[in-house]
């Protein structure tokens, strides 16, 4: 699907592609490659400083990877809000979305299970 615009602040022309869940770590594979956001070039890089604000461009050394993408997808939420623009979703990246919602419940379904077997 082309994108023309990009969905932060509408500038019509060349979008790229923004991961919000990122990579596993520099030049490493895409967390969630198929979740993503089209924005503008200076849009795109006002969101990377933003996460590199609140400490979450890189998942870091030792950082438990579902956790950080759902942190770093809660950050996209939250900047993208005050910003005034509702967190988009693309069709095309619906699936990988709802893998990663999908993926944190089934972590909370085997924690639930775990602390009951040990209650």
Partial sequence: MMHAACVLCGRVGRVERHHPTRRAGRGGEYLDGGFVVFVCAGCHAQIHQ??????????????????????????????????????????????????????????????????????
């Fill in 50 to 119: 933003a996460l590199r604000v609140v400490g979450l461009d890189w998942p870091g050394a030792g950082a438990e990877p579902l956790a950080y993408r759902l942190r770093v997808t809660a950050a996209h939420v939250e900047l993208l809000g005050a910003q005034g623009s509702a967190f988009p979703i693309a069709p095309e990246s619906a699936p990988a979305f709802a893998a990663l919602l999908r993926a944190a419940a089934s972590a909370i379904d085997v924690a639930s299970s775990a602390r009951a077997r040990t209650a």
